[in-house]
């Protein structure tokens, strides 16, 4: 079998090197399992000294994608500048160029809604607005605005509801908190 | 004991079945990239969406690393990126196999540590896959490696441990995706494909067909769900791998075709690849002789009742 380089070893040392390596095998095996065990779970410590593999090696992974349905029908979403002399106006959230948000790229929806509703992603979001600040600035040549990142959603209605009417959605506009550009 | 755990990881495999994971991670991981392409600046470059003091802060402690970090200007991400193509194409026909491999597995990981908000499930699977990859044996035997400078043992039986790994992965990822859906209401109640099908993720979220024809929606939700279940104990078996490929590739075209979720459903073929066996492959080869109706008949019999244990 094709399975070894130029040096030739004993058989005790092949089959010791093999079991060795079977050892890794399953090693890797329970990682890539264990860190699917919930926080809450008694077992979870088990999983905690392998983080750092898990890192290591990218096989960090979750399967929590649709574990329950959607709740949006449409989702767009934009930033909110109020100017120092109280003209509101709007513009575009992707950056950079401050351009408009489009709907129909799943991963930057799945970004904005991380940002805007895990606690865990709150850094990025403080980081994401000090840069959109900084292209409003430069866009201005001043700084000073406040800043709100606007969520026009559409919300999906139950089965039921939509069966009787033929309305699939509501409207909504979800604001976050003000955010003020430094001067 | 000790023995069946020495042949369950270093028995036989055909190397043909390591050239196909190979080929078809390749090729799905290069879709990803292509998907990624018009937002590379959005999601790599300093100037983008995923400000790297954020990812500092988030990730302290963590043991991730990126060349993203180092690499941050427009042109370098946009650099880095041709280069990781590069490196897939060359995974793919195996040309210079080793390094690809290693250069593949250093984009999964740069760009999903540099990118973490922007993540999705088939990032983990090609992230894990990209490792496995690496580490296992390449498939010398379907290679330019190959056709350049042919060694006799290319086409040698290679031990199974990187299969073995492959197919632990698609267990452990229909396994948790089945165990965290079940308990759901929705999930119980057969109204999941309903909603999705009026969701920003569906591709015709205006069609109320499954809503209005609500039973439909309830025979494609357990059928998902049975199917996620069950796909890696029928794909284990030799007697019941038709149906879990059959399964398999009908959810995901299921899910490709009506969500915008291609690039996951192409994402999902490489591991099936894991549990093809010399039989299977040569079945496979003989389907793409196949010259009238005569012959695919006569090929798509054999297939059915040959009963073979995976390996």
């Given at each position: 079998?094709?399975d070894?380089?130029?040096?030739?070893?004993?058989?005790?040392?092949?089959?010791?090197?093999?079991?060795?390596?079977?050892?890794?095998?399953?090693?890797?095996?329970?990682?890539?399992?264990?860190?699917?065990?919930?926080?809450t779970?008694?077992?979870r410590?088990?999983?905690?000294?392998?983080r750092?593999y898990?890192?290591?090696?990218?096989?960090?992974?979750?399967?929590?994608?649709?574990?329950?349905?959607?709740?949006?029908?449409?989702?767009?979403?934009?930033?909110?500048?109020?100017?120092?002399?109280?003209?509101?106006?709007?513009?575009?959230a992707?950056?950079?160029g401050?351009?408009?948000?489009d709907?129909?790229?799943?991963?930057?929806?799945?970004?904005?809604?991380?940002?805007?509703?895990?606690?865990?992603?709150?850094p990025?979001l403080?980081?994401y607005?000090a840069?959109?600040?900084?292209?409003?600035?430069?866009?201005?040549?001043?700084?000073?605005?406040?800043?709100?990142?606007?969520?026009?959603?559409?919300?999906?209605?139950?089965?039921?509801?939509?069966r009787?009417?033929?309305?699939?959605?509501?409207?909504?506009e979800?604001?976050?908190?003000?955010?003020?550009?430094?001067? | 004991?000790?023995?069946?755990?020495?042949?369950?990881?270093?028995?036989?495999?055909?190397p043909?079945?390591?050239?196909l994971?190979?080929i078809?991670?390749?090729?799905t991981?290069?879709?990803?990239l292509v998907?990624?392409?018009?937002?590379?600046?959005?999601?790599?470059?300093?100037?983008?969406?995923?400000p790297?003091?954020?990812?500092?802060?988030?990730n302290?402690?963590?043991?991730?690393?990126?060349?993203?970090?180092?690499?941050?200007?427009?042109?370098?991400?946009?650099?880095?990126?041709?280069?990781?193509?590069?490196?897939?194409?060359?995974?793919?026909?195996?040309?210079?196999?080793r390094?690809?491999?290693?250069?593949?597995?250093v984009?999964?990981?740069?760009?999903c540590?540099?990118?973490?908000?922007?993540?999705?499930?088939?990032?983990?699977?090609?992230?894990s896959?990209?490792?496995?990859?690496?580490?296992?044996?390449?498939?010398?035997?379907w290679?330019?490696?190959?056709l350049?400078?042919?060694?006799?043992e290319?086409?040698?039986?290679?031990?199974?441990?990187?299969?073995?790994?492959v197919?632990?992965?698609?267990?452990?990822l229909?396994?948790?995706?089945?165990?965290?859906?079940?308990?759901?209401?929705?999930?119980?109640?057969?109204?999941?494909?309903?909603y999705?099908s009026?969701?920003?993720?569906?591709?015709?979220?205006?069609?109320l067909?499954?809503?209005?024809h609500?039973w439909i929606?309830?025979?494609?939700?357990?059928?998902?769900?049975a199917?996620e279940?069950?796909?890696?104990?029928?794909l284990?078996?030799?007697?019941?791998r038709?149906?879990?490929?059959a399964?398999?590739?009908g959810?995901?075209?299921?899910?490709?075709?009506t969500?915008r979720?291609?690039?996951?459903?192409i994402?999902?073929?490489t591991?099936?690849?894991?549990?093809?066996?010399?039989?299977?492959?040569?079945?496979?080869?003989?389907l793409?002789?196949v010259?009238?109706?005569?012959?695919l008949?006569?090929?798509?019999t054999?297939?059915?009742?040959?009963?073979?244990v995976?390996?």
């Amino acid at each position: 079998m094709a399975d070894g380089g130029g040096v030739t070893l004993s058989p005790r040392w092949r089959t010791g090197l093999k079991g060795a390596a079977c050892a890794l095998f399953l090693g890797h095996m329970f990682a890539t399992c264990a860190q699917a065990i919930p926080e809450t779970s008694a077992l979870r410590p088990v999983a905690v000294p392998l983080r750092h593999y898990d890192e290591l090696t990218g096989l960090w992974q979750t399967w929590d994608m649709f574990t329950t349905i959607p709740y949006f029908h449409g989702y767009a979403l934009d930033l909110v500048v109020t100017e120092p002399d109280g003209r509101i106006e709007t513009a575009g959230a992707l950056l950079p160029g401050l351009r408009t948000f489009d709907a129909h790229v799943v991963r930057t929806e799945t970004l904005f809604m991380r940002y805007l509703y895990d606690p865990e992603y709150a850094p990025y979001l403080h980081a994401y607005v000090a840069k959109a600040c900084g292209e409003l600035h430069a866009r201005t040549g001043h700084g000073g605005q406040k800043l709100i990142v606007r969520e026009s959603i559409q919300r999906m209605r139950w089965l039921n509801q939509i069966r009787e009417d033929g309305v699939v959605a509501n409207p909504e506009e979800h604001a976050s908190q003000v955010f003020e550009c430094g001067g | 004991m000790k023995r069946r755990i020495l042949d369950f990881f270093w028995g036989p495999a055909d190397p043909r079945a390591y050239a196909l994971v190979r080929i078809v991670f390749a090729t799905t991981a290069l879709i990803n990239l292509v998907d990624l392409w018009p937002h590379r600046i959005e999601y790599f470059a300093s100037t983008g969406m995923v400000p790297l003091d954020g990812l500092r802060q988030a990730n302290a402690g963590k043991l991730f690393g990126s060349v993203f970090y180092l690499v941050t200007s427009e042109t370098g991400v946009t650099l880095l990126l041709v280069g990781a193509a590069l490196a897939l194409v060359a995974l793919g026909v195996g040309l210079g196999t080793r390094v690809a491999a290693v250069l593949a597995f250093v984009w999964h990981l740069s760009y999903c540590h540099r990118a973490f908000p922007v993540l999705h499930g088939w990032d983990a699977l090609l992230r894990s896959l990209s490792l496995l990859v690496l580490v296992s044996p390449s498939g010398r035997v379907w290679s330019v490696d190959h056709l350049l400078r042919p060694r006799p043992e290319d086409a040698g039986d290679v031990p199974a441990y990187g299969l073995r790994l492959v197919q632990w992965q698609l267990f452990t990822l229909y396994f948790m995706t089945a165990w965290l859906k079940t308990p759901d209401a929705f999930w119980r109640s057969g109204q999941v494909l309903a909603y999705f099908s009026i969701s920003q993720y569906s591709r015709t979220p205006n069609s109320l067909f499954l809503v209005r024809h609500e039973w439909i929606s309830a025979v494609g939700t357990y059928l998902s769900l049975a199917a996620e279940a069950s796909i890696p104990w029928l794909l284990w078996s030799k007697r019941t791998r038709w149906l879990g490929m059959a399964a398999g590739f009908g959810l995901h075209l299921m899910i490709g075709t009506t969500a915008r979720l291609g690039v996951f459903s192409i994402c999902m073929a490489t591991p099936y690849m894991a549990f093809l066996d010399r039989g299977d492959i040569d079945w496979l080869i003989g389907l793409g002789r196949v010259r009238s109706l005569r012959d695919l008949r006569d090929r798509l019999t054999p297939f059915a009742e040959t009963p073979r244990v995976s390996g």
